[in-house]
């Protein structure tokens, strides 16, 4: 039988938890959609300040703009019926991916390169070489173009429990089905530092280690030591506050 050292709920514990989004690990305030977006598409593979225009802009209505994007049509098409995306979309889409990767795919180096631009005072190493792996679905060691609209359907448009089930894969490290004490004290180490030094207010030295111990008491149902994916669904529908998070990245593109 495990000690249990907290009474708080999953949602209040700790800085952590108020902090940050349980998806992403990005903060879980309520910034403007536009902040949001730019957050989000910076966190991407082969994004580029500039360089990727908003899906909604007036340029996906342009066929001729559109019709330089060279995509293979079968490609296109299974893509189209594999995610929430539109084909103008997925075009778009397209087209900024294959300028900042003109290989079709971006290595863990490059995105952990992208990553880190995007959070210059702390160290995104660890947190992205995870994110890294749940965007790396086939383990190739690359993300393709595939791979990324694939996981961004997901996150941006997915049902709750689509959502739901990409954050478990994202912190169950080894894929086994199951996350433990360990995995989820290297997630939360690994966005701590990346972030948490430079929060406000500051949390103590001891918030990854109090968060784990605040998502085991609330998420381990029957006080195995490891949280299911049944046992981390049922428990997430449950929590208001995570529900909400689960709709940060709505129609944000």
Known sequence: MKSRSHDQSFSESTELDRS??????????????????????????????????SINESNVSDDAELSAVRYRPEGLERLVEQTNFSKKELQVLYRGFKNECPSGAVNEETFKNIYSQFFPQGDTSMYAHFLFEAFDTHNSGSVSFEDFVISLSIILRGSVTDKL?????????????????????????????????????????????????????????????????????????????????????????
């Not at 879980?28 to 957050?39: D, E, G, N, V």
């Not at 004490?181 to 001891?206: A, F, H, L, N, V």
Request: aromatic fraction near 10%; include cysteine.
């Open 20 to 53: 940050y989004d349980p998806l992403t690990g990005n903060p879980a305030s309520k910034p403007s959609k536009k902040t949001i977006k730019q957050r989000f598409l910076k966190l991407l593979p082969c994004y580029h300040a500039g360089a990727t225009p």
């Open 165 to 253: 089930n990409w954050a478990f894969n994202l912190y169950d490290l080894n894929k086994d089905g199951c996350i433990t004490r360990e995995e989820m004290t290297d997630i939360m180490q690994s966005i701590y530092d990346m972030m948490g030094k430079y929060t406000y207010p500051c949390m103590r030295d001891s918030a990854p280690k109090d968060h784990v111990e605040s998502f085991f008491q609330k998420m381990d149902k029957n006080n195995d030591g490891v949280v299911t994916i049944e046992e981390f669904l049922e428990t997430c529908h449950k929590d208001e506050n995570i529900m909400q998070s689960m709709h940060m990245f709505d129609n944000v593109i």
